[in-house]
Structure formats: structure tokens, C-alpha cells
């Protein structure tokens, strides 16, 4: 569906895209992650022609859209971060300029336009100036622009700014609902939102692609053992050298006891080693008592800062 081949993009000596590569396929919905400042938005711009690229190539349906935009751009709607809107019109006058610059055919302007406002929630808003809308009421016009005449790819450019939490809820539905017919790309901050649409992932960090894949991948890519928390009643000393003999254990992180005498103890166990068992029975011998044990796992936040940090790798 698109094919992004050492795509580059520079600002003077600034280099905002470096040499990226990446595949879209169809019928999926994708994820842009990147602090800010990574060429998120200057990449979706490339992609859509918004933005020349300085080297590189851009294929959407096998059409190049710097030589061949008209035929690939005919593929895409796009919602930029700030929705493209004209303010003096009503909403319904808008959707029907958006329909017509589209070239959607005469006969299915009306029922195309009705659509994408049922779909977005603005029905009860066609006839009220643009200008007049809240900022979440704006954001849901300029993701109906995007989806009318409902092309096969979508390119959201953080599609729920401005939204109550309710709306957001009714965007993410929207955006999955979409998802089964179209191929999506959505950029946002929000991991949360990303992990619970997204179907595959594409981090970048300073213009470099630095992961592609699913979240479950990406999980267990990243997962190097599992990270027990406890809490036991003893010296530091005392539960450290307990710990240190404990077989499977990868590394050891202790803290002070508190006045309480409760010591905290991280353990990492090695790669695919289940130590919770082991770990009982070597304190329950020292006659050390375990107050608490918890298992923690890598969350999507934890390799987003993993990747994007100081020496974040590919």
C-alpha cells in the first residue's frame, strides 16, 4: 500500500527524516510513536505530499507522489495535527467544499457527506458556524474531511487533541471501526492509545526508524526476564547475600531497610526463568519473612523510553 525507500529530509544542516524505510500493508492500522522533534509529522507530511522529501522515494498504490501525485494522493485523507478548517463556514458548507475538491461524483456528494458526519458525531453540528465549535467539535470536522469519500488510506495526525475522555473513547471505536476496511496511520502521544488501536507500531526517534512491529512483539523483544518486587523483613546485608545465592537470578537491586525493618528488594530473573518458587524457599530457610511479591513486566512506555532514550539502538 505505501513503500518509504530511504526517505530523507532536511532543514539546512538540520536532518528532520534520515534515510527511513518502511512498508504500510493493507487492510491494518498502524502507530507513529516518537517524542517530539523525532519526524513523526514531517514524515506523515512527505507521505501525503505536504512536504517535499530532499532524498528519497514515496509510493502509495505503486504511484510516486512526487512524480505521479494526482494518482496517489487519490488514496489518501488526511487530518494534520491542526485540522485544515475554514472557520466561516457552517459544517455541512464545508463537508460539501471538501466533498467537491475530492471530486466525489455529484449523485453521492450528499449521502458521502451525511456519512462521514454520522460517523464523527457532528450531524447535530452541520448547521453551526465552525468557528462557533468547541476545540473537540473542530477535531471531529477535521477527521470527517479526512474520512470522506473514504479512501483506502487514512492518515491521522494526533487525532484525539482536544478531546474529553468520552470522545476519545468514541474516536479510538471509530478509528478500529475504520480499520476494517482501510488502512490507518495514526500518530499520538498517548501510549495508552496507540497500544489499544494499533496493530503495528513504528517508532522513531531523531528521523530514524528504531522499531517495527506489533505490541506483543515489541514486548517480547524487549523482555530480557522477569522482574520480581519484594518486600522482607531483614538487614539490606542479610537479604542481599540470600539473594546472591538464589540460581536463575540475572541482577539484584536492594534498598535500605525502613524503621519498620521491611527491606525492598528487586531480583531480574535470566531470560525465560521463573524464580518466584525458588526465591520463597531461600528466604522461608533464612527465616526471613516475605511481606509482599509482585512480577512486573516492560509496559509500552518503558520500551518507548527505552528506544528513544540516550543510545536507544535498532
Do not use: W
Not at 529530509?9 to 538540520?14: R, T
Not at 547475600?241 to 531497610?257: L, P
Request: aromatic share 6%; glycine share 8%.
Amino acid at each position: 500500500m505505501i513503500e518509504i525507500t530511504h526517505l530523507t529530509k532536511k532543514y539546512g544542516n538540520h536532518i528532520a527524516v534520515d534515510d527511513l524505510n518502511l512498508t504500510v500493508e493493507n487492510g491494518k492500522i498502524y502507530g507513529f510513536l516518537g517524542p517530539n522533534g523525532a519526524g513523526k509529522s514531517t514524515t506523515m507530511n512527505m507521505i501525503t505530499g505536504y512536504l517535499g522529501a530532499t532524498s528519497g522515494e514515496i509510493k502509495i498504490n505503486g504511484f510516486d507522489i512526487l512524480k505521479q501525485p494526482q494518482e496517489a494522493k487519490k488514496a489518501i485523507g488526511y487530518l494534520p495535527e491542526l485540522p485544515p478548517l475554514y472557520v466561516e463556514m457552517t459544517v455541512k458548507e464545508y463537508m460539501e467544499f471538501v466533498a467537491e475538491l475530492k471530486q466525489i461524483p455529484k449523485a453521492n456528494r450528499k449521502a458521502e457527506v451525511e456519512k462521514a458526519m454520522e460517523m464523527t458525531g457532528i450531524t447535530q453540528m452541520s448547521g453551526r458556524l465552525i468557528r462557533n465549535l468547541s476545540k473537540g467539535y473542530k477535531q471531529r470536522v477535521g477527521m470527517a474531511q479526512a474520512i470522506l469519500g473514504f479512501p483506502e488510506i487514512i492518515i491521522l495526525d494526533e487525532p484525539t487533541v482536544g478531546l474529553d475522555p468520552k470522545q476519545m473513547i468514541e474516536v479510538r471505536e471509530l478509528i478500529k471501526k475504520l480499520g476494517k476496511d482501510h488502512t490507518v496511520i495514526l500518530s499520538s502521544h498517548i501510549l495508552s492509545e496507540i497500544s489499544a488501536v494499533c496493530d503495528h507500531i513504528f517508532i522513531i526517534s531523531k528521523g530514524k526508524l528504531v522499531a517495527s512491529d506489533t505490541t506483543e512483539n515489541l514486548t517480547e523483544k524487549m523482555e530480557s526476564g522477569l522482574e520480581l518486587i519484594l518486600e522482607i523483613k531483614g538487614t539490606e546485608e542479610h537479604v542481599r547475600r540470600v539473594a546472591e545465592n538464589i540460581s536463575g537470578v540475572h541482577s539484584i537491586q536492594t534498598e535500605k531497610e525502613n524503621e519498620e525493618g521491611i527491606c525492598k528488594l528487586i531480583l531480574e530473573s535470566e531470560k525465560n526463568t521463573d524464580i518466584r518458587e525458588s526465591v520463597f524457599y531461600a528466604f522461608a530457610n533464612a527465616e526471613l519473612p516475605i511481606y509482599g511479591m509482585n512480577t512486573s513486566g516492560k509496559s509500552l512506555e518503558d520500551i518507548f523510553l527505552a528506544l528513544t532514550g540516550e543510545g536507544g539502538q535498532q
